[in-house]
């Protein structure tokens, strides 16, 4: 059985990903939530079970697997429905899941995830536009190309997984897109899992940073 550790629902986006896709695929796994310190210092708590103090972070025996990237591929291994069956889909969605983990830098800053708030943009800048429609082309492209409700075809993987912290994102900051990316946003949000993890987040305590 997979344990899988995570931070405080309401902030943590990166525990968001592998934990949205185990619910998702109904892949079976033990939740431990361990919340962040107030100030933001929790290394030495989540030093703990993760090499890195950080969440999510895998347990599997004594196998110990971090970074939601790694995790994703591990589950992988053992799962084939994580990626898409299709050879072109899944070259195009570990594409587009590296490029969440890697870039999207002004998004991350300026927009950080909080599921159970709403705020108002003072303004968009330059650099946040670009990655607005950096996604948008993105799964716009992914929406036409595999022709399905999930960003690479008919059934939701990983790279719905690594962009489901962005849905929440363009809820609270009122993130605008084009219909089918739109479209996407909406269906991610609507998901059982997405509203579960969401209903959580709206009980957790808050934290002021
Ligand atoms: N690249 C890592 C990033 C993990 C990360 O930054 N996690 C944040 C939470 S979302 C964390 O653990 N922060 C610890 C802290 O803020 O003290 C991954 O993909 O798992």
Known sequence: MYTLWIANKNYSSWS???WILLKALEIPFNEQLSYF?????????FKAFSPTGLVPCLVEGEITVWDSLAIVEYLAENH???WPQDRIARAW????????HSGFATL???CAMNCSKQF???EISPEL?????????LWSDGLTKFGGEWLAGNTFT?????FAPVAFRAQTYGLKFSAISQAWVDRMLKHPAMVEWAEVAAKEPEIEY
């Open 37 to 45: 310190e107030d100030d933001k210092s929790s290394y030495e708590k």
């Open 158 to 162: 990983a790279v719905d997984a690594f």
């Open 16 to 18: 968001l990903r592998p």
């Open 129 to 137: 536009q670009c990655d607005i429609d950096r996604l948008d082309a």
């Open 80 to 82: 084939t429905q994580v």
């Open 93 to 100: 969605a570990r594409s587009a899941s590296a490029e969440m």
């Open 108 to 110: 991350r800053q300026t």
């Open 120 to 122: 108002e943009l003072r």
